[in-house]
């Protein structure tokens, strides 16, 4: 059945890189997308990228995916304190309406 | 933000009474959706619209009913709210490529923090 997974937690310094992995099951064309979540706030969406694709960077964020392993992964570059949140890793199959979401994992930036 | 807005952002209320909660948005978007944020199960899907009055369950629909008679607004009843719908709601619409996009996204509200006691 359709799953995504992320780790719940992790922890890094400020300045360093942080990497947040996710696994998901959907084999069909699909998009994944990673959101970032703020105390009492929505989730506000990162970026994206289709299965077809290998990398995609956009400034301090770079996705890698790894088709055969099903693996997404999303790097901050140079982490600062305001990245503190949860990033939720999600997909959705193309054309249809369904978003399945991970568990979000929670990032906290050490000063 | 994709001009969502919910109300209220939050309510306590008593178990065994009637909720409602309101998604607005002011682009027109076909698509709309409730979901519940708990710990440990992230994002999980009650009900979505897919146009006026045309409205489909998701996997965590009892309890729940929607109604949609105008394309800007969502309605999510708890008919008689329980302490297990204690929860955090979002609603969220579906773009249909958007400028500068390639695809469909969802961009969701700041979320409605509901307790039942």
């Known amino acids: 059945g359709e799953d995504v997974e992320q780790s719940l937690f992790l922890s890094v310094r400020e300045g360093d890189s942080s990497v947040i992995n996710c696994t998901y099951t959907d084999s069909s064309s699909t998009y994944l997308y990673w959101y970032k979540q703020e105390p009492g706030a929505g989730l506000q969406l990162l970026t994206y990228?289709?299965?077809?694709?290998d990398m995609k960077q956009d400034q301090r964020l770079t996705v890698l995916l790894n088709k055969k392993d099903k693996h997404l992964s999303l790097r901050i570059a140079d982490t600062q304190t305001g990245d503190s949140a949860i990033y939720f890793c999600?997909?959705?199959?193309?054309?249809?309406?369904?978003?399945?979401f991970g568990t979000g994992t929670r990032l906290k930036v050490l000063a | 933000d994709a001009g969502i807005t919910q109300s209220p952002r939050h309510k306590v209320t008593e178990t065994g009474t009637p909720v409602t909660l309101r998604c607005h948005q002011t682009?027109?978007?076909?698509?709309m959706y409730w979901y519940r944020q708990d710990p440990g199960h992230g994002l999980r899907l009650i009900h979505y619209?897919?146009?006026?009055?045309?409205?489909d369950k998701g996997e965590v629909s009892d309890g729940y009913s929607v109604s949609r008679s105008k394309t800007e607004d969502f309605l999510l009843t708890l008919e008689s709210a329980t302490s297990s719908q204690t929860s955090v709601y979002f609603c969220?619409?579906?773009?249909?490529?958007?400028?500068?996009?390639?695809?469909?996204?969802?961009?969701f509200g700041p979320g409605t923090r509901l307790t039942v006691l």
């Open positions: 682009e027109n978007h076909r698509y």
């Open positions: 619209s897919y146009g006026v009055k045309d409205t």
């Open positions: 990228i289709f299965s077809n694709m």
């Open positions: 969220a619409i579906k773009t249909a490529g958007l400028a500068g996009e390639t695809t469909d996204t969802q961009y």
């Open positions: 999600a997909e959705s199959a193309s054309g249809t309406y369904k978003y399945i």
